[in-house]
Structure formats: C-alpha cells, structure tokens
C-alpha cells in the first residue's frame, strides 16, 4: 500500500482541507498540468502517455490517500511560510483557485495511472524515470540507466 505523511488535514460541515507547508512555495500550476498542458506541444522525445501528465504529484497523491478514507476534500492548498500566503490548488467553491473539481478529478486519475506505471515498471525491474521535463536526452543519470542507455 501507498502511505505519505501530510502536514495538516482540517474539517468542518462541508468536507476536508488539506495543506502542505512549504518554506517557499515553487511548485506553479502547470507542474500539475504536466507538459502543454494536456495537449500535443510537439515536443519530438515525449512520450504520448506523459502529455498532461503532472510532474508535481503531491497533492493529487494526498487527494488520493484521503478520499477512500470516506470524506470528500473539498480544498487542497500549499502554505508559503516565509510569504505567508496560500497558493490554492483547488477548491469546491474559490474560483481563484488553480482548479475546479472537475480539473482535480482529472489529475487524481492521471496520478493513479502513474501509480500503477510506476508499480508495473519496478516490478519489471526499472528503476529510473525519464525526466518530466526533458526526456532521457538531457537527463543527468544516463550513465546509470538500465533502460535506454546502459547498453551501447
């Protein structure tokens, strides 16, 4: 099973509140997007299955480890400590919010199917993943790669 230690969970009448306390908050809007967004950008290396694909997984894994719990969250947000400011990933009703519920949904399937992939791939003994926004060709482990590269 999947485990994960998130900083604080709150409730009230209406569902849950997750948040991630950060230093500084670097992670933006388009890591959950993942490359373009969900679209084709053209990018010739990139694989199909990773358009749209987050590279910034957790809050959709929080999402994911809370909700089979039997409560629905309702806002996920990360904590800037040294701006003092919340950077809303998604929310039920704030439409300043990176997300809709619909979005959210969208990136809790997508991290599932990572999960799984990432599960299948170590199963199938490799480890190492290409990197989310550069691909195996500017990746800083090919030399220890056991899948495109070890072998020449």
Same mark, same amino acid.
């Given at each position: ?10 409730? !009230? *009448? ?5 948040? !991630? ?17 969900? +679209?084709?950008?053209? @990018?010739?290396? *990139?694989? %199909?299955?990773?358009?749209?694909? %987050? ?10 480890l809370l +909700? %089979? ?6 806002? =996920? =947000?990360?904590? !800037?400590? +040294?701006a003092g ?11 300043? =919010? $990176?997300?809709?519920?619909? @979005?959210?949904?969208?990136?809790? =399937? *997508? ?5 799984? *992939?990432?599960? @299948? ?5 490799? $480890?190492? /993943? %290409? !990197? ?5 060709? @500017?990746?800083?482990?090919?030399? /220890? ?8």
């Amino acid at each position: 099973g999947l485990g994960g230690r998130i900083d604080r969970v709150s409730s !009230d *009448e209406r569902g849950l509140l997750l948040v !991630d306390y950060k230093r500084h908050v670097r992670v933006k809007k388009r890591d959950l997007l993942g490359r373009g967004g969900g +679209e084709d950008d053209g @990018e010739e290396n *990139e694989h %199909p299955a990773d358009r749209g694909r %987050p590279t910034s997984f957790q809050i959709p894994f929080y999402v994911a480890l809370l +909700e %089979p719990l039997g409560e629905r969250v309702r806002t =996920a =947000a990360y904590y !800037d400590v +040294e701006a003092g400011k919340y950077a809303v990933v998604f929310d039920d009703e704030d439409r300043k =919010a $990176w997300f809709d519920r619909a @979005e959210m949904d969208r990136l809790l =399937a *997508e991290t599932e199917r990572s999960i799984v *992939e990432m599960r @299948e791939r170590i199963e199938a003994g490799m $480890w190492t /993943v %290409p !990197d989310p926004h550069s691909g195996c060709e @500017e990746c800083r482990l090919r030399a /220890v790669c056991r899948m495109k590269y070890s072998v020449r």
